[in-house]
């Protein structure tokens, strides 16, 4: 049996290739990057582009194909993404859902709770053990993604500029990058992806996270994002089933969401930060994606 299942967000895409000769001879793994595939915000060509590449890395004929992506919210842009895939892929049981679906079930298993992804941009959802039953509304880098990189990052750019940060940690940014007003404009503005652009700064954050100010950023941007994200869900849920968090800006700022966790006495389940991992170790044990 030949299993291929990707994990796909705004910047990058991590595939897995399962491969089993017989039920008891375990199995072997094969992965490969990429960049972020996404139905909704990419078109045709370019998804189909980066699917040859993975063809030419790991195959072309699987058994099963799971594909669990940013911006496949809907049945439409799931069935498009399905389209897709088997444009480039010979399987006969390709099924795309979305991350927040791939995150709950590789942090909770069959377990109630609530699910959090914390990379790029933000979301969350409660699961019940089989499926999500309530989920967040996820409104885009705009409006929403408050535990993204994006959002720690906008709120770092922003006080640079507007002469907020201290003087050390602008002088240390102005070294790093060089940017004039002008330039963050013409990103913003007139260059593709610019949540992309924004939250390639979160590494700054993180490689700084010991300076007071950053510190403190990065504390009251995690308390204003759990107050906002977290609203929707009861009390029991939170104190009780509890919350794993999955996402590269998750595990960067453990130590910050335990102690906010702690702070309001809810129940921490885990933080990590690829799902994909966590993924093929549930496919393994129970074999639920092929269900």
Not at 189 to 216: C, H, K, L, T
Request: proline share 3%.
């Amino acid at each position: 049996m030949k299993i291929l299942i990707a994990d796909a967000g705004a910047t990058k895409t991590d595939w897995v290739k399962l491969s089993s000769v017989d039920d008891s001879s375990g199995w072997t793994e094969e992965r490969h990057s990429g960049v972020g595939i996404s139905p909704l915000h990419h078109d045709t060509d370019m998804i189909e582009e980066e699917l040859r590449l993975v063809r030419a890395a790991l195959g072309d004929s699987f058994d099963v194909l799971r594909f669990f992506g940013a911006g496949i919210g809907s049945p439409l842009i799931a069935g498009k993404m399905e389209a897709i895939l088997s444009e480039i892929f010979s399987c006969h049981d390709i099924v795309a859902m979305s991350d927040m679906e791939g995150a709950a079930y590789a942090l909770l298993g069959d377990s109630p709770g609530v699910a959090c992804i914390m990379g790029t941009g933000s979301n969350s959802c409660h699961y019940d053990g089989v499926a999500i039953d309530r989920k967040s509304a996820s409104l885009g880098y705009l409006l929403d993604d408050e535990g993204g990189g994006v959002a720690y990052s906008r709120r770092l750019l922003s006080d640079v500029f507007k002469g907020i940060a201290p003087d050390e940690i602008t002088r240390k940014f102005g070294e790093r990058y060089g940017l004039t007003v002008s330039d963050v404009v013409d990103h913003l503005y007139r260059q593709p992806v610019p949540n992309r652009w924004i939250a390639g700064f979160m590494p700054f954050v993180i490689e700084n996270i010991s300076d007071p100010y950053i510190r403190r950023l990065t504390e009251s941007q995690t308390r204003w994002f759990f107050d906002r994200e977290f609203a929707l869900y009861p009390e029991a849920a939170l104190r009780d089933e509890g919350i794993g968090f999955v996402g590269s800006v998750a595990k960067a700022l453990s130590d910050v969401i335990e102690e906010e966790m702690r702070s309001r006495g809810w129940r921490l389940r885990n933080i990590v930060k690829h799902p994909l991992d966590l993924l093929v170790k549930q496919f393994k044990d129970d074999k639920r994606l092929t269900t």
